[in-house]
């Protein structure tokens, strides 16, 4: 069974402009949530969906937003990039409820100049 | 103060020698995890905890949850073991919504 697949890898943007992450989730869960971690520093949560509808989100301004479509994909977009988005964006599935095991992509570093 | 604190923030060892990394919360959780994050970025989970201890080769972690606290320790050590070790929390109604501690950078040398 494929893992927890992002996409892109790696992108470069210049400030103002808008970036779309994509993941897709594990066969199977229904949850995904997102996080932003700066370099040096620990994830930080933005986002969780589950069954298309947002179920939590982070201290983030209305810049970042996202959706999750019928098959559970996620897409997490940030409009008018600034310096400081740059960072390690990840997302993680999981089934829902409190004990259940969370499982990590592998990431897609924004660099924005 | 943050929510998750980890210690050490650094920590280099000699090949073969015992690893402990400490984690300490401040919220009512519903787990702790365990993660691994190696230099290109991907996180494994390691352990997901709400109580005692678990072991899984030669990792062993523990929780105590009157204390809000736990160890991940290393046992024989390898260089193949470091990477960025990760304390995160759930807690009890934050579905998957973890808060993270800053992470311990652990260098284990042959």
């Known amino acids: 069974d494929a893992g927890v697949t992002q996409s892109p890898t790696h992108l470069i943007k210049t400030r103002g402009q808008q970036v779309t992450l994509r993941c897709s989730p594990i066969s199977g869960h229904k949850s995904v949530s997102w996080y932003q971690q700066v370099l040096g520093q620990g994830p930080q949560f933005i986002f969780q969906?589950?069954?298309?509808?947002?179920?939590g989100r982070g201290n983030f301004p209305d810049r970042f937003s996202a959706r999750q479509f019928p098959n559970y994909s996620s897409e997490l977009n940030v409009n008018a990039l600034l310096l400081g988005d740059s960072a390690l964006y990840l997302c993680?599935?999981?089934?829902?409820?409190?004990?259940?095991?969370?499982?990590f992509g592998e990431g897609s570093r924004l660099t924005v100049l | 103060k943050n929510e998750v604190e980890q210690s050490p923030q650094n920590l280099t060892a000699q090949e073969g020698e015992f690893i402990t990394i400490n984690c300490s919360y401040s919220?009512?959780?519903?787990?702790l995890h365990w993660l691994q994050q190696h230099p290109g970025g991907g996180i494994v989970s390691l352990f997901m905890l709400s109580s005692g201890k678990k072991k899984h080769g030669r990792l062993i972690a523990t929780i105590n949850i009157q204390e809000k606290h736990s160890s991940l320790h290393i046992t024989a050590s390898h260089p193949r073991d470091s990477a960025v070790y990760i304390c995160a929390v759930r807690s009890g109604t934050s579905g998957s919504r973890l808060t993270f501690g800053e992470g311990t950078q652990l260098t284990v040398n042959p």
């Open positions: 993680a599935s999981s089934s829902l409820g409190s004990s259940a095991e969370l499982f």
């Open positions: 919220v009512g959780i519903s787990a």
């Open positions: 969906y589950y069954e298309k509808e947002e179920r």
